[in-house]
């Protein structure tokens, strides 16, 4: 017998001779493992289907939500003692070097397995046969900086003796998803202290672990990953169909430009102008270009319900029937031109959403004013550590997501509520808890030729650090 058969043989046996005692460490335990079960929890949604690999005695897929859920486990007794206690999930025992499974998840959940892992590269390239596009890995493990506590910890036998693990860094796990062809886009941690003491556990774990620096020597580390698709350009040319959203509030001068600047992209685009409540001849001037066009352009048209942007973006999404949902604000500080750009980004899987970013290249001279740079930096730091992912340009109005990840957003929107006047932070809150890759598209932002700026600085970015402040306690500390 080879080194590596050995190898998994003590694995397994191990595991075998755990399982009798598994459900009752478990429960002991639970402080800790609820940990990771919550916050994987956040990231999916009831109509995921969900896969975990190493399963054990099925505890975490039994609490999270998902319609289809899964487990596989090298070790017949765990899958015999998960199927008494959770009969209505489907679990297999199956080795994860050799996934014998038909179907693709939406999410697949790796939770504290890799470190046994005989060769981990080939557990990840096995990921292959049950990933799609847009399937989401989601691995849990062990800091490295914590090996001498729980080493310490399984001597004085408060922490159950395992079979010796790999320790492995952040950067060695992202590594070996690169190599097996899986991008990481995101990673986190958490805990300070995996046992339960009264009020001292909660305020460690909830608030310390998750600021900066303390957050370096949090326990558990999360990874997000991806598949690294390679989609040519002319394989996506005309693969989908596009909505482009165009809120127009006191635009007049603006809206022709926006149809004859719009350059023609995927299979098929559909513009909807929603205006908002102006006071010069927008409404008008929308309908005398919807009717000026009608031969050449598909275009729909609404008078929003009520105030603000994110009024006119919920109520144009609605009614949007395209694979793509694009805004374009109206004023065309953003090009038309460079829409294309955002089409090609999604459509070829770089992200799941994609921010424009206005921030990158230098602008024209009265194209953003001082203060308004100053405070769109500020809120890039805030939101990038809020949302674990580069955000450099939270308020610029082009934003892209697929329409079909829009309706799951907009069917969760009661977890965040209905906050924000914009629509900007609904869009980016939500893309965050579907789990999307979110992903920066550096525009040449230009200066406005026609109205001016509906944007107050001081009492709107007196809101946007209100919407901060009621993320942080959606997101970092809930």
């Known amino acids: 017998m080879d080194i590596y058969k050995e190898k998994k043989q003590s694995i397994k046996d191990y595991f075998n001779q755990a399982a009798n005692s598994r459900i009752k460490y478990r429960k002991r335990k639970r402080y800790y493992w609820d940990s990771i079960t919550n916050y994987c929890n956040f990231f999916i949604h009831n109509e995921s289907s969900v896969l975990e690999i190493g399963c054990g005695t099925g505890e975490l897929l039994g609490k999270i939500k998902g319609k289809e859920k899964t487990g596989i486990d090298v070790s017949e007794k765990m899958i ?17 070097e050799n996934i014998q499974l038909e179907q693709k998840y ?36 062990y800091n490295i900086f914590w090996e001498p506590f729980i080493k310490f910890a399984e001597f004085i036998r408060i922490k159950k003796k395992g079979p010796e693990q790999s320790w492995i860094s952040t950067k060695d796990l992202a590594n070996l998803l690169y190599l097996s062809g899986f991008e990481t886009y995101k990673q986190n941690s958490s805990m300070l202290s995996p046992y339960y003491i009264p009020l001292f556990s909660g305020f460690l774990n909830k608030f310390v672990s998750r600021l900066p620096f303390f957050n370096l020597f ?17 394989e996506i040319t005309t693969k989908y169909s596009t909505s482009v959203l165009i809120p127009a509030r006191n635009e007049s001068g603006n809206i022709e430009n926006a149809i004859l600047r719009l350059p023609e992209f995927g299979n098929h685009i559909e513009i909807i102008f929603v205006e908002g409540n102006s006071t010069d001849d927008t409404w008008a001037k929308i309908q005398e270009i919807k009717e000026k066009y009608k031969t050449s352009h598909d275009i729909k048209m609404l008078q929003q319900p009520g105030k603000g942007k994110g009024d006119a973006v919920r109520a144009g999404y609605d009614i949007a029937t395209g694979d793509i949902l694009m805004i374009l604000d109206a004023d065309l500080t953003v090009p038309p031109e ?4 955002f089409y090609n980004a999604i459509a070829q899987n770089k992200g799941g959403f994609i921010n424009g970013t206005r921030l990158i290249y230098p602008m024209e001279k009265n194209a953003m004013r001082f203060l308004n740079t100053l405070g769109n930096k500020f809120f890039s730091m805030a939101f990038s550590w809020l949302l674990e992912q580069p955000i450099k340009d939270t308020l610029c109005g082009t934003k892209v997501m697929f329409r079909k990840d829009y309706l799951k957003l907009a069917a969760n929107r009661s977890y965040f509520g209905d906050f924000d006047p914009f629509g900007d932070y609904d869009l980016l809150f939500g893309a965050f808890k579907l789990n999307l890759k979110i992903i920066d598209m550096p525009i040449r932002y230009q200066e406005r030729i026609y109205g001016d700026t509906n ?18 306690f959606k997101i970092k500390f809930k």
């Open 106 to 141: 939406d999410v697949i959940i790796l939770s504290n397995l890799i470190g046994y892992l005989v060769d981990i590269q080939s557990v990840f390239e096995e990921l292959h046969k049950v990933c799609y596009n847009e399937t989401k890995i989601i691995v849990t493990y």
């Open 80 to 96: 015999e003692e998960a199927k008494k206690q959770f009969p209505s999930i489907n679990f297999v025992c199956s080795p994860a």
């Open 338 to 341: 460079q829409l294309p750009k």
């Open 218 to 234: 949090a326990l558990n580390q999360y990874s997000f990953a991806q598949p690294i698709v390679s989609i040519k350009e002319d």
């Open 455 to 472: 944007i107050s600085r001081f009492k709107h970015g007196l809101l946007l650090l209100k919407m901060w402040w009621f993320a942080l």
